[in-house]
């Protein structure tokens, strides 16, 4: 992580977007109180169920759908934005090329760092973001099949 990134850093934001399965979700989190100032989910459930599960093609095409919706309600925060995060993986690999593409894009549009997000591993570290870390720890992380 780059110094200007680091928790207690005055004034920034990173933008963070999930399309690693069938929810497009958008969040920015502070860098300076690690507070979240804004997250928003557009859930697919309803576009899947008459399926029985989850459509990888469909998905992708109401991720692209979902994700300018949701950045047009944060337009006005973009100018504070220091880094955009994404997750890569694992997933479902067409539905986590809408995300990529669209954090790439906007990384470079905003001249910011791009940071890539293991979906997994971003469970097991939001232990940490309101509480002190105990370590040594131990944590089981069980995930399904879908990669």
């Known amino acids: 992580m780059s110094e200007n990134l680091q928790h207690g850093s005055a004034g920034g934001l990173i933008l963070g977007i999930e399309s690693s399965c069938d929810d497009s979700s958008v969040a920015l989190l502070d860098i300076e109180t690690l ?8 859930s697919q459930d309803a576009e899947h169920c008459a399926f029985g599960g989850v459509v990888p093609e469909l998905a992708a095409r109401l991720h692209t759908a979902a994700l300018p919706k949701i950045l047009e309600q944060i337009k006005p925060e ?3 934005v220091k880094a955009v995060a994404v997750t890569n ?3 479902l690999s ?3 090329v809408g ?14 760092p791009l940071i890539a997000v293991n979906h997994l591993a971003g469970h097991v570290y939001s232990l940490f ?5 105990r370590l040594p720890a131990g ?3 069980v995930s399904g099949g879908h990669t």
């Open 35 to 42: 507070e979240l100032k804004f997250h928003k989910k557009i």
């Open 78 to 80: 973009l100018p504070r």
């Open 89 to 91: 993986e694992p997933g």
């Open 94 to 96: 067409v539905s986590l």
């Open 99 to 112: 995300g990529v593409a669209m954090a790439k894009a906007l990384a470079s549009s905003l001249r910011v």
């Open 129 to 133: 973001l309101s509480q002190e870390a």
């Open 139 to 141: 944590v089981l992380l």
